[in-house]
């Protein structure tokens, strides 16, 4: 069955990008959670992985690059029956836009970031990205990287994001899986998806990923924050993949609904007449 | 009546503020017209701040510039404001007596304020001094200081009536006379006169448009706004974040307006700067959005405490390529209620950013009205419920396509900042970026029969031309010309961009203008030069980071007559 959440639009990624599985889970994943196009939106930034959006039937918001985060947050602050999924590349997300990353951890809106993490930029033909290792070599940088590759995931457990999950599109069951739990839990989830560039990446090529990741045991215990940080930092010969951390935690929106003692924003236009007099009184 | 200015001056966390507020809600109970202004320095302790009282029992809407009474809190007030001090004029608190200084009250606030048991009397000691000199009736003190005491408990409610009859009867000790006022002026009866900042009323005019969304990060002198809306957040319903940047900022309250919400946020120059990319965002996506840029002198962190019309060629061009804005900067608290009002549903109506400009000028002085309005009306958002055929950016003659919001119907929203088809969808397809763009651009006819002309007073000898927060000033200098029989016009800005095709011809039809600006260039002249294709060389442009005062630009405007 093709998910509703596919559309027409010409695909514009290289054959054989990691993207396509991605999008193929996603979208698969939207409609067996019984979603409707219109109840979700996709916000991404700038990038070949912030295109995918483009290609999924739904509400599109492409923003910036590096902003997908503030305005997924906004919108899921105004409208909280949406589901909210802000979708880009590790350039995007972890580089241009690492800030917001940090502080929506903080925030704990209840959207899903999804990054697209092929250790590279795309868009702008093979430059190092923050996940890149050292001595990745470049047009860009051609004597090979000098800066530590940025772990996400060790971020976002050390942070204790509530909920941090890796997936690899070589394993589209799996990443499936992830992008259901992910999206259904309430509050922020970070899904690090590993995504093979096959024209730029010439190093963490699909086989290098497929020959070091490996799923989570079901004995693993994603409620550990201490041994979730062990384990994201986990990278090298073995890559774990699965749900690394959750742990449930008070969200943005029901705090912020909390203090102000109400559920929604609205005040009716014919009381700002009774507002105004109500207010000037206080300047007297 | 003469107008009466009282500067009061002392270390920042000395209480300069809390007697200024103080003193001002007494006047202005009393039956006084007051305008009162904060100038102090980015330090929250040490560094010297002052506050100017200037008030009348006819309107005024000026900062002053000769006092005729000096509060000093410390030793150091007396050293920078007695320069200002009039001749005749009253010093009095912590002063080094000289020849020069015959009209001099040596008074320890704190020392008073210890004997009656805790030095945070020193301040209403100080009013009730202040009061005493004045010659106030201390009954409207007395029943003010119950109002804002009356929920700490009547204990405190009569230590500070004590504090403010030991103020007092210090002056009647020393034997200083009531040299002002007598109690028959001012007018008591003539309605409750109201006193609002220029910070409060842009909050508040935010709340009147039906703003549910403000995201922000901290930055002089726009912080006010933030913390007006915050204190009304619970009352109202209002989400206000503080963001971790200027970036993000401006990204959340795109983000909410896209979902359906009126969002703002506000910043100075500095954030501004940050915004500009956002800016360009709201603009390429279509989303309503209101920004506020407070300003103050840059480039750079500038002079982070003072104010500035340093920016306006800045947003009027901030953010890459073309697209169309308006540009508001509103001239007083009143002023500013309608202007953000107008804000927010004109934004809403042609889907563009909308920025308003004020300055530290506006944000931290207060002005008095004996009425206010709100002139203006919010609108509700336009709207429209889609279907699956639904196109955010559907070609119209107006160039305005109809707006869905996503998960309000089946017609999904897809807003884009690569350049787009109709649907939403990135192109690269040059007839539609041409399309595209001629449908963004063409908002900018019907914007200008939207933009209200300049606030005009003909005058045959020569027309002074300002925007913004200088209103007040230029009107009273021109007032001031008048009596020196020179009959000047004035023609203020609050909507500078577009300006409309009236404007224009105003424009070309004014004597002798003389653009009045606080910045380098004259940025406005440059505007209205660009515009009408005539020249406007005749300026008065102040950068010191101080805003205009009558005097001074009295003698100013005189000189470039002459």
New interface residues.
């Given amino acids: 069955m093709i998910s509703p959440f596919r559309n027409q639009i010409e695909i514009a990624w290289c054959p054989g990008c990691g993207n396509f599985n991605l999008l193929t889970a996603l979208s698969e994943a939207l409609a067996e959670l019984g979603l409707k196009p219109s109840q979700v939106v996709l916000v991404s930034g700038i990038g070949q992985a912030a295109k995918a959006p483009h290609y999924v039937q739904a509400n599109v918001f492409n923003g910036l690059h590096g902003r997908s985060i503030p305005v997924a947050f906004g919108i899921q602050s105004v409208n909280p029956d949406l589901t909210v999924i802000a979708e880009s590349g590790d350039g995007c997300m972890y580089g241009e836009g690492g800030n917001h990353l940090i502080h929506a951890i903080r925030r704990n809106p209840n959207i899903t970031v999804i990054v697209h993490n092929n250790q590279v930029y795309g868009l702008t033909k093979g430059q190092a990205s923050p996940t890149s290792e050292v001595g990745f070599v470049s047009k860009t940088q051609p004597l090979g990287t000098v800066s530590e590759s940025f772990h996400p995931l060790a971020l976002a457990v050390s942070q204790g994001a509530s909920f941090v999950a890796r997936g690899f599109t070589g394993d589209k069951k799996e990443l499936k899986s992830i992008f259901k739990q992910a999206i259904q839990w309430k509050g922020f989830s970070l899904v690090d998806v590993l995504q093979p560039c096959v024209t730029f990446n010439r190093t963490n090529t699909f086989g290098w990923y497929k020959s070091r990741v490996y799923s989570l045991p079901e004995e693993y215990d994603p409620e550990d924050q201490v041994g979730a940080f062990k384990k994201s930092l986990e990278w090298g010969d073995k890559i774990p993949t699965g749900v690394i951390y959750r742990h449930a935690k008070p969200v943005f929106l029901d705090q912020v609904f909390e203090k102000l003692g109400r559920k929604e924003f609205l005040i009716p236009t014919n009381n700002y007449q009774v507002i105004f007099e109500d207010e000037k009184r206080r300047f007297e | 009546m003469p107008d009466i200015i009282i500067t009061i001056g002392g270390e920042a966390g000395q209480g300069v503020q809390t007697i200024g507020e103080v003193l001002s809600r007494i006047l202005?109970?009393s039956g006084f017209y007051v305008f009162s202004i904060q100038d102090y320095h980015s330090r929250i302790r040490g560094g010297h701040n002052s506050v100017q009282i200037r008030f009348s029992d006819q309107p005024i809407q000026a900062i002053g510039t000769d006092l005729d009474l000096l509060v000093c809190l410390n030793s150091e007030t007396q050293e920078i404001h007695q320069p200002a001090l009039k001749s005749d004029g009253i010093m009095i608190g912590m002063i080094k007596k000289s020849p020069s200084t015959s009209s001099a009250i040596s008074i320890n606030f704190n020392e008073m304020a210890e004997e009656l048991g805790n030095r945070i009397f020193a301040n209403i000691i100080a009013v009730g001094a202040l009061i005493e000199i004045l010659g106030i009736d201390d009954k409207i003190a007395e029943l003010y200081l119950e109002e804002i005491f009356q929920k700490k408990g009547n204990d405190v409610v009569r230590l500070n009536k004590e504090a403010l009859a030991l103020g007092q009867k210090e002056i009647k000790r020393q034997q200083i006379p009531r040299q002002f006022l007598d109690k028959k002026n001012g007018n008591p009866n003539q309605g409750?006169?109201?006193?609002?900042g220029g910070n409060?009323a842009l909050g508040?005019g935010a709340?009147?448009a039906?703003c549910?969304?403000y995201?922000a990060y901290p930055m002089t002198p726009s912080t006010g706004v933030m913390n007006f809306i915050s204190s009304r957040?619970?009352k109202?319903?209002?989400?206000v974040?503080q963001?971790?940047?200027e970036?993000?900022?401006i990204?959340?309250?795109?983000?909410?307006?896209?979902?359906?919400?009126k969002?703002m946020t506000a910043t100075s120059g500095g954030g501004f700067c940050l915004m500009a990319?956002?800016l360009g965002?709201a603009a390429m996506?279509e989303t309503p959005i209101v920004v506020l840029d407070g300003m103050r002198p840059g480039p750079s962190t500038g002079l982070p405490t003072r104010t500035s019309q340093g920016d306006l060629e800045f947003v009027l061009s901030a953010s890459h390529d073309e697209f169309p804005r308006f540009v508001f900067a509103p001239r007083d608290p009143q002023d500013a209620i309608d202007t953000m009002i107008r804000a927010f549903n004109l934004s809403d109506r042609f889907q563009v950013p909308v920025i308003i400009l004020s300055d530290q000028y506006l944000a931290d002085s207060s002005w008095t009205f004996s009425q206010?309005k709100?002139n203006e009306?919010?609108q509700?958002i336009q709207t429209v419920i889609g279907d699956h055929s639904y196109q955010r950016y559907a070609l119209t003659d107006s160039g305005i396509s109809p707006r869905a919001?996503?998960?309000m119907?089946?017609?999904?929203?897809?807003?884009?900042?690569?350049e787009h088809d109709e649907i939403?969808?990135?192109t690269e397809d040059l007839n539609q970026r041409v399309q595209m763009h001629q449908k963004r651009m063409k908002k900018i006819e019907k914007m200008k029969k939207e933009t209200q002309p300049p606030v005009q007073i003909v005058g045959q000898t020569a027309t002074i031309i300002g925007w913004g927060s200088t209103y007040g000033v230029l009107f009273e200098a021109r007032e001031k010309l008048a009596k020196l029989g020179i009959e000047a016009g004035l023609l203020h800005f609050n909507d500078i961009y577009p300006l409309s095709t009236d404007t224009l011809t105003i424009l070309k039809s004014v004597p002798k203008p003389i653009v009045v600006e606080g910045n380098f260039q004259g940025q406005l002249a440059r505007l209205l030069e660009r515009e009408t294709k005539t020249s406007f060389d005749l300026r008065v442009n102040r950068y010191d980071g101080r805003p205009f005062f009558v005097n001074e630009l009295v003698d100013q405007i005189r000189e470039v007559l002459s």
């Avoid at chain 2, 409750?192 to 609002?196: A, C, R, T, V, Y």
């Avoid at chain 2, 990204?251 to 919400?261: C, E, H, L, P, T």
């Fill in positions: 202005i109970r409750n006169l109201l006193l609002i409060e508040l709340i009147l039906g549910t969304f995201s957040s619970k109202y319903g209002i989400i974040e963001a971790e940047d970036i993000a900022a990204n959340m309250a795109i983000g909410a307006s896209y979902a359906g919400a969002a990319e956002g965002l996506t206010m709100m009306q919010p509700k919001l996503p998960g119907s089946e017609a999904l929203v897809v807003a884009d900042s690569d939403g969808h990135l």
